[in-house]
């Protein structure tokens, strides 16, 4: 648990969006892990396995899970041009993080995986049970999909 742990919280938080359905979503994937322990095969790799149930409990969580939080746009009037710079920088950090929770479960699984966890395409087929193409195609139509979101933000 300890060697798994925090990977586990980073993916759980990148795919929920929320720190406490991050924790969650892990807690309930290191019980669901102990549970199913019995059935694990050994020709599969333990931290791939975990990633999936993981990602499970997340798509779990993410249904339970109270409306999803809308991000405040409010910013303070800026004093100077560097506030400027900081506050539209936050505001883009927002934009991106929406951007993110609006994909489909799938495609914000393969994207977490292969650009915030660092999993290769053919690893993330793996996780996910598809083929190494599929996971391809899915983390490209999340890139499309972000940065159209990103697009319409910067226009309005």
Known sequence: ?????????????????????????VQEAF???????P????????GTWLTRIVINSCHHQRRRQRPTETFDDTTPVSATPATDLIVEG?????????????????QRSAFVLHIFAGHTHAEVGRILGISESAAKVRTHRARRA????MHEWEES
């Open 90 to 106: 936050q505001q883009r950090h927002r934009a991106a993080q929406q951007a993110i929770s609006e994909l489909s479960l799938d």
């Open 1 to 25: 648990m300890r060697f798994h742990q925090d990977r586990a919280y980073l993916i759980a938080l990148r795919l929920t969006g929320n720190p406490h359905d991050a924790q969650d979503a």
């Open 146 to 149: 972000i940065a159209a979101t």
């Open 31 to 37: 019980l669901n892990a102990w549970r199913g322990l």
């Open 39 to 46: 059935r694990f095969r050994d020709e599969a790799d333990f």
